[in-house]
T-cell receptor, first 114, second 111 residues
Framework: KAGVTQTPRYLIKTRGQQVTLSCSPISGHRSVSWYQQTPGQGLQFLFE???????NKGNFPGRFSGRQFSNSRSEMNVSTLELGDSALYLC?????????????FGQGTRLTVV | AQTVTQSQPEMSVQEAETVTLSCTYD???????LFWYKQPPSRQMILVIR??????QNATENRFSVNFQKAAKSFSLKISDSQLGDTAMYFCAFINNDMRFGAGTRLTVKP
C-alpha cells in the first residue's frame, strides 16, 4: 500500500509569490491534515480536511488556505509569501472519520522563501 | 488551550541500555489520544506508539512502552535495549479535535 505522497519535495520561492503544495493520502483515507514544522515554533497544526470540508483550523493567517478534492487529495496554498514561511510542511492522512485515529505522515515539502 | 510539554530537548543513551523520554500535557478533555512519533534525519514521521486515554493499561510495542498517568497528565516513553536506529527526534502528540505536538526530544544512541 502506497504511503502519503507529498509533492514537490523541495521548493524555493521569492517573497510575495504564492505556492501550492500537494498531498495524496493513503488509499481509502478520507482525512488529511497539514502541519508546519520550523526550528523555532516546532510542529504546528494548520488545518484538517475531511470529505472535502475543512473540519479544523489552526491559528494561522488567512494567507494559508487549503482544499480537498473528491479523491481525498489535498492542496495547501500560501499567498504573499514571507521569509518566515520557510519551513517543512507535513501532510498526514487518517483512515477514520475523526481526527482521533493515528496519522500517517508524508515526507514533507521543504519550502524556502528568499 | 491544550499544550504538550517535553522538558528534555536532548538525551543520549548507550546502545542496549534503557532510556525514558518525558511528556506532560494539559487538557480539560476526558477523552483523547496520545502518541509518540519518531522523526529520523529522513524527516519521515513514524508512529512509535499510541495510547487511548480511556484505557488504563499502558501501551506496549516491542521495545517501546509508555507510562501513562492520566491524573498527572503524564505520558512518558521508555525505550528498552536501545539500538543505533533509534537515533531520532521524538515527538509526543495529543489528539482531541486537532493534533498538538511537543517541542521534541533529540535522542542519540551511542555505540
Amino acid at each position: 500500500k502506497a504511503g502519503v505522497t507529498q509533492t514537490p519535495r523541495y521548493l524555493i520561492k521569492t517573497r510575495g509569490q504564492q505556492v501550492t503544495l500537494s498531498c495524496s493520502p493513503i488509499s481509502g483515507h478520507r482525512s488529511v491534515s497539514w502541519y508546519q514544522q520550523t526550528p523555532g515554533q516546532g510542529l504546528q497544526f494548520l488545518f484538517e480536511y475531511f470529505s472535502e470540508t475543512q473540519r479544523n483550523k489552526g491559528n494561522f493567517p488567512g494567507r494559508f488556505s487549503g482544499r480537498q478534492f473528491s479523491n481525498s487529495r489535498s492542496e495547501m496554498n500560501v499567498s504573499t509569501l514571507e521569509l518566515g514561511d520557510s519551513a517543512l510542511y507535513l501532510c498526514a492522512s487518517s483512515p477514520s472519520g475523526t481526527p482521533r485515529a493515528e496519522a500517517f505522515f508524508g515526507q514533507g515539502t521543504r519550502l524556502t522563501v528568499v | 488551550a491544550q499544550t504538550v510539554t517535553q522538558s528534555q530537548p536532548e538525551m543520549s543513551v548507550q546502545e542496549a541500555e534503557t532510556v525514558t523520554l518525558s511528556c506532560t500535557y494539559d487538557t480539560s478533555e476526558s477523552n483523547y489520544y496520545l502518541f509518540w512519533y519518531k522523526q529520523p534525519p529522513s524527516r519521515q514521521m513514524i508512529l512509535v506508539i499510541r495510547q487511548e486515554a480511556y484505557k488504563q493499561q499502558n501501551a506496549t510495542e516491542n521495545r517501546f512502552s509508555v507510562n501513562f498517568q492520566k491524573a498527572a497528565k503524564s505520558f512518558s516513553l521508555k525505550i528498552s535495549d536501545s539500538q543505533l536506529g533509534d537515533t531520532a527526534m521524538y515527538f509526543c502528540a495529543f489528539i482531541n479535535n486537532d493534533m498538538r505536538f511537543g517541542a521534541g526530544t533529540r535522542l542519540t544512541v551511542k555505540p
